[in-house]
């Protein structure tokens, strides 16, 4: 009797080779073949008679290849040629260097083309697609010609083809719907709006209308965005419940006196994401929480008043940071706003000499450095903290799950607060880092100017180079930014080793230098320490720049082939600049006419989560979630610019659900917790834990 778990080798039409071949494309069992769906659809529910089909028109045609090869040309461009009839006449169809068809297409078969008609001694069809229905000798298969039908065409391997796999899934489709377990709650599909599992399946296996595939596709993004939001909410109340964290009053004693010293007024977001930190941290749960700014809208500070809380409560705290540089960053920023309080913090260096490294390590051993800033230098064997109340995690994607785990296990359960500068989308945020709370930055502080950005192309590049010299004579600093290191044949990219070399002569008396990721750490901080001291006028730089550099000065950046950078990069990039108080400007230089559509938003904008949406569209989840494929991500059917109300629907179910029953151990859940198990290697993990 079939199972969900039968070997798809014991399916008829499948055997031992074909078996092999399923293997390959991830399908063992008959539950995988249910859900390898479709990767596209041609659509024949509207087929034109041949002898309908005129100069001009779009169509879709279904006939026999009554006789077909390969033609050469006298500029030696094979075309291969096929001749197809149906009841109303025939056609020639041809494939202008395709030759490789003659190949695959042979007389007999029932084909299927879609494509404009043209004119070339008779009508002719320039195919854009086409796709064999049936071979010589074979019905007609799915239809009378094709004609009334939607046709699925799966993904397909070496041995086993997409019609080959559409015939078996045809076959056995009923059988295999039968033994489809559906652990979706009822509640919460009827408020979705969607399909039941046998009625989504069979929408994407066998549609019968265009467009019919679109309910089954969103059925299916419901489940994987339910169990997603079950795995990370198990997460969160573990994070948050399993071990309780440092209990804080509000003492007022330091972040009232902060508040009064600051030089500037801290925004309304600001305002909400301290009383945001400081209801988690004197409340009953551990706080495990994101903040999320935008570039200059003050991360910083907002972690100051959490870590002042901590302080006063006689607890340490700690900022981790991923470079030295960005490091020293926020020890010159935490002493210039500590310094009225009379705290000193101290910052951790790898390198520092031993005996400084010892002598501070022996400060916040015995209780003495309440305010703590390091690099990796902090989570290590030799590094331990009297009374750790507080990790605060700048750039926190920069760091593995195990050194984040490493410093905040030097505490007992201290609160978490991870800083991140990468705006993105509420829905991508929820599905990323549904196990935290999170809080958002959009406002920039007053008087803080726009950096005005400019499309323009090559042989704008003397001009540019004129412009820059020109602010750099001033007495401002630039950057140049390249995406590639070194010159290549497979690539016509300028580079920034070569380029550093000319804007050398072409921008004399002016300094440039050199930066980028293949550089040794010191080597690399030497130069940014430079630039950033003012003793270098132009750096030429890759990404390596996108973090961990702040320079007031710098007021002019020149990004070379822009396409090459996704949006949100080219945002960060340009934070780089329109730090100080000076008019700052950031130009791309792109010769690729058709990347204007997609540049020309960006340059309008200086707005990083509008970008964000931006980046969503253009770059699509899979991109966009590779920071947490690791962790074990695996969204196949969601699409986020159309899905954003089932994530939110299901963040609210699972939140709900494990807040009722947090290990899934109810008899009811049981299936679903299975589910889970299956989908997520982390899911088996989570849910073995209390």
Not at 12 to 24: E, M, S, Y
Not at 180 to 190: F, G, K, M, N, Q
Not at 483 to 509: C, F, H, N, R, W
Request: aromatic residues 4%.
């Amino acid at each position: 009797m079939l199972q969900a778990d039968t070997p798809v080798q014991f399916l008829k039409g499948v055997g031992p080779q074909r078996a092999d071949a399923f293997a390959r494309l991830g399908v063992r069992t008959v539950e995988d073949l249910l859900y390898h769906i479709p990767h596209r659809y041609l659509d024949a529910t509207t087929v034109t008679p041949i002898a309908k089909a005129t100069v001009g028109m779009e169509v879709t045609l279904v006939g026999r290849v009554v006789s077909k090869g390969v033609v050469p040309t006298r500029r030696r461009l094979r075309i291969f040629r096929a001749v197809l009839r149906d009841s109303s006449g025939v056609i020639e169809c041809a494939w202008p260097g395709q030759a490789f068809l003659d190949r695959s297409i042979k007389p007999g078969q029932l084909l299927l083309v879609t494509g404009p008609v043209k004119y070339y001694h008779g009508r002719q069809v320039a195919p854009r697609e086409q796709i064999v229905l049936a071979d010589a000798g074979e019905g007609d298969g799915e239809g009378t010609n094709g004609q009334g039908l939607v046709l699925p065409v799966y993904p397909a391997t070496e041995g086993l083809t997409h019609r080959q796999v559409r015939r078996i899934v045809a076959e056995h489709l009923e059988a295999m719907l039968a033994v489809a377990s559906d652990s979706l709650p009822e509640s919460l599909r009827r408020e979705a709006g969607v399909a039941t599992l046998d009625e989504a399946l069979r929408a994407l296996h066998r549609p019968t209308r265009s467009g019919e595939w679109e309910q089954g596709r969103r059925r299916l993004a419901l489940d994987e965005l339910f169990d997603l939001q079950l795995v990370v909410s198990r997460a969160r109340h573990l994070a948050k419940s399993a071990h309780k964290g440092p209990r804080f009053a509000l003492r007022k004693t330091h972040t009232s006196r902060l508040k009064d010293t600051l030089p500037f007024d801290l925004t309304a977001d600001q305002k909400r994401a301290v009383r945001e930190i400081t209801a988690d941290m004197i409340g009953d749960k551990r706080m495990h929480r994101l903040l999320m700014g935008d570039v200059g809208t003050g991360k910083t500070v907002v972690a100051l008043f959490a870590m002042l809380l901590a302080v006063e409560n006689d607890y340490q705290a700690v900022v981790m940071a991923p470079t030295e540089l960005l490091t020293e960053q926020h020890g010159r920023t935490l002493t210039e706003f500590l310094a009225p309080l009379g705290i000193m913090p101290e910052i951790l260096l790898g390198r520092l000499s031993p005996a400084e490294k010892a002598a501070i390590r022996g400060r916040i051993a015995d209780g003495g450095a309440r305010v703590i800033v390091g690099t990796h230098a902090l989570f290590q064997e030799q590094t331990d903290f009297q009374r750790l109340g507080l990790v605060v995690i700048d750039e926190q994607h920069r760091f593995g799950v195990e050194q984040r785990a490493a410093l905040i296990e030097k505490g007992e359960a201290p609160d978490v607060l991870l800083l991140s500068a990468t705006p993105i989308p509420r829905t991508l945020a929820l599905t990323l880092y549904g196990d935290l709370d999170i809080s958002t930055l959009k406002q920039k502080p007053k008087g803080q100017r726009p950096v005005k950005t400019g499309l323009r192309t090559g042989r704008d590049r003397q001009n540019v180079y004129a412009f820059l010299k020109e602010r750099c004579q001033a007495g401002r600093q630039a950057y140049v930014v390249y995406p590639v290191i070194d010159e290549s044949e497979k690539v016509d990219l300028k580079a920034a080793t070569t380029m550093a070399e000319q804007l050398k002569g072409e921008l004399a008396p002016l300094t440039v230098d050199l930066v980028h990721g293949r550089m040794k750490g010191d080597e690399r901080d030497a130069v940014m320490r430079a630039f950033r001291d003012g003793v270098v006028d132009v750096l030429v730089a890759t990404t390596v720049i996108e973090v961990g550099i702040d320079v007031p000065n710098a007021t002019v950046m020149v990004i070379e082939h822009p396409e090459r950078f996704g949006l949100a990069q080219l945002h960060q990039l340009r934070g780089r600049v329109g730090r100080g108080a000076d008019e700052s400007h950031c130009v791309l230089l792109s010769d690729v006419p058709e990347q204007r559509s997609r540049l020309q938003p960006f340059a309008r904008t200086t707005d990083g989560f509008k970008i964000a949406e931006l980046d969503l569209k253009d770059r699509g989840m899979g991109e966009l979630a590779g920071t947490r494929q690791a962790g074990g991500i695996n969204l196949r059917f969601t699409d986020l610019e159309r899905d954003d109300d089932l994530v939110l629907l299901a963040r609210r179910a699972a939140l709900a659900l494990i807040g009722s029953d947090p290990s899934l151990s109810g008899q009811a859940n049981q299936p679903l917790r299975r589910r889970v198990e299956r989908r997520y290697e982390r899911g088996i993990e989570l849910f073995r834990v209390g």
